[in-house]
């Protein structure tokens, strides 16, 4: 056996260890990890045992349990996975500029208020890509009270987010005037989200499993590729209690994967994973 392959199995991951894994991860997190998840679990975690010096996977879950030590946020955070980018499913925001940002700026006109929340931001490409939007449109918003709320599980990809810093390679789907425009370039290749972005957006840690400390109402809610884990009764809890944060007309965007049908009956379907909220 390779040294890098008996490295990988330096623990044994028991049958019963693995389905504690799986109810922890999902009673904390919503994610219904499939049995096909086991490798991933065994990978990501041993890195946990390694960093802690235990032993077993059986020490590691009693840690978590006890949660004496704030392991069960790490613990969260080495299972969510956080896979984004700028401009992701472009066909989302070049709907939000053409068509909802102007419905907006009609039905609001009176509060002249606008909200957005970016839920499972990830690493910021999101909501730093709405801000952009909405920096862009602030001529039909100029004296508005506009916001972008942006929250994540996962408290280290939240740390990169409200930082706003990204290497070059994150920006393949930027155009170089938006990018100069947007973003400051550093002297270490990094480019850093300007003020003008950084002031719309609000980041907070949250666990959508957990009560929402806020009421909306919420013009647009963008919760993309965040449930596709989630089994079906999980996500039927969740959309109903987000279609709560929003009224008749507002809009939901989801993940290209992700479906509403048979999930919430709140929203009708009015473009690819695009859906309005009924009366």
């Known amino acids: 056996m390779q040294p890098d392959a008996a490295r990988e199995r330096e623990y044994h991951l028991s ?3 693995f389905e ?3 109810e922890l991860v999902r009673e904390h997190t ?3 990890l499939a049995d096909s998840k086991r490798e991933l679990v065994y990978s990501r975690l041993a890195r946990r045992l390694r960093g802690l010096k235990l032993g077993s996977f059986g020490d590691y879950i009693a840690l978590v349990e006890r949660d004496q030590s704030g392991e069960l946020e790490e613990f969260a955070n080495a299972i969510t996975t956080n896979l984004t980018s700028f ?3 472009s066909h989302h925001f070049d709907f ?3 068509t909802v940002l102007p419905e907006i700026e009609k039905r609001n006109a009176g509060s002249r208020r606008l909200r957005i929340w970016s839920a499972g931001c990830s690493t910021g490409e999101e909501p730093y890509t709405l801000a952009i939007m909405l920096q862009e449109s602030m001529a039909r918003f100029r004296g508005w009270d506009v916001r972008i709320l942006a929250t994540d599980l996962d408290s280290n990809v939240l740390a990169t987010a409200k930082a706003g810093q990204y290497r070059e390679d ?3 789907s930027v155009s ?3 990018r100069q425009r947007w973003f400051e370039e550093g002297r270490n290749g990094t480019f850093t989200a300007n003020h003008e972005l950084k002031a719309l957006i609000t980041f907070r840690q949250l666990n959508l499993m957990h009560g929402f400390p806020f009421k909306g109402p919420f013009d647009v809610i963008f919760c993309r590729n965040v449930v596709i884990y989630f089994d079906k009764p999980t996500q039927r809890t969740l959309f ?3 279609a709560q944060l929003q009224r008749a007309g507002d809009h939901l965007f989801i993940g290209h994967s992700e479906s509403l049908f048979k999930v919430c009956e709140n929203y009708e379907l009015i473009g690819k994973t695009i859906y309005r909220r009924l009366p």
Do not use: K, Q
Request: hydrophobic letters at 50%.
């Open 30 to 32: 919503g994610i219904a």
């Open 15 to 17: 049958d019963a260890d």
């Open 240 to 242: 109903g209690r987000i």
């Open 176 to 178: 170089a005037a938006r």
């Open 170 to 172: 994150r920006f393949a």
């Open 87 to 89: 401009f992701r499913e």
């Open 96 to 98: 939000l500029a053409s």
């Open 20 to 22: 504690r894994i799986r």
